[in-house]
């Protein structure tokens, strides 16, 4: 039999590449206008970085990520995103002794071992940012900015803008809480999923892609309504 590209892979032929190029300058033209440098870490990683970094409850971890011992009996993962590797090297080279805000951008192959469907691969490429050392809702504005930027100058005009906010561990807590109530009689009615991310990491159930218009209609409470003092002041002047 005929050897193809794994499931969920990708081969771009010339003309495609070309394409990827183009998409590519734009974005690193639109980044060094904002002054993000480009960082570029390892493909893998010990995989207790990405355990730590995102968390043992997201679907990401617990059913995604392409881990494999190395021959010295490591256990390693294919990237599955960019933020936790990006915080390991700034703590690695010790960036956080600089006073200055440091601006990162990346653009690669990341690895998720995904149920095959329509637009999803296991080899997919992701851009992204990251701005760390200021706690200033101006760089909060400036990265929304930047990305609405980058959608209008790659000629997308119907753009409509939603602003959220997660909060800070504080509210979150209390969040946490109202979600678990809010659910406590309705939990028959969510996927089983849903039933285990309310044991685990309830904050999780928002991301449902099954049941997500459903809870709107039931009610749910909104993360908007319940920030603390401090995130609800932060989020108004991001706005
Ligand atoms: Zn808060
Ligand atoms: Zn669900």
Redesign the pocket.
Known sequence: MAITAPRGTQDFLPEQTAEWQLLEAKIRQICSLYGFGEIRTPMFESTELFLRGIGETTDVVTKEMYTFEDRGGRSMTLRPENTASVVRAFLEHKLYGDPQVHKFYYMGPMFRHDRPQAGRYRQFTQFGVEEIGSKDPAVDAEIIAMAFQLFRELGLNDLVLHLNSV??????TVYRQKLLDFFADKRDQLCDDCNERLEKNPLRVLDCKEDGEKMMQMGVPLITDN??????EHFHKVQ
């Open positions: 909060g800070c561990p504080k509210c979150r920030l603390c003092d401090d995130c609800k």
